[in-house]
């Protein structure tokens, strides 16, 4: 079993930076490919990113490509999203999870742990 927390989330205006965390516990992270999602009210949940635990591998969305940096710290059992020029489209609750291999992966479905989210508001 794995808990996954995030934090970060806050409220920025258009252009500005955030950087979210999500810390695991239960089980090392190391062996775990990781992603973060979004979800904004009456949507889908949507792949923003996701890296993997060998290589740390890394994909984004085309709508995040470029601004979104992940990054992972398995000593500290810790994976980032860096999230730079932020637009208020960007505005959504985001959600960390994880998934023991596999590789890359971009479905909600591929994914076994999910964090409780962190909300993210862009304002204009």
């Known amino acids: 079993q794995v808990q996954l927390v995030e934090s970060g989330g806050g409220l920025v205006q258009a252009g500005g930076p955030l950087r979210l965390s999500c810390v695991a516990s239960?089980?090392?992270?190391?062996?775990?490919?990781l992603g973060w999602f979004r979800q904004t009210p009456g949507k889908k949940r949507e792949f923003v990113a996701c890296i993997t635990w060998s290589r740390s591998w890394t994909r984004y969305a085309d709508s995040v490509k470029g601004r979104f940096t992940l990054s992972r710290d398995n000593a500290k059992n810790t994976v980032y999203l860096q999230m730079n020029s932020l637009k208020p489209e960007d505005t959504a609750v985001y959600y960390c999870?994880?998934?023991?291999?596999?590789?890359?992966?971009?479905?909600?479905?591929?994914?076994?742990?999910w964090g409780q989210g962190t909300q993210v508001t862009v304002s204009s």
């Open positions: 239960g089980r090392t992270l190391s062996r775990y490919d």
């Open positions: 999870a994880s998934k023991e291999g596999g590789g890359l992966g971009y479905g909600v479905g591929e994914y076994d742990y």
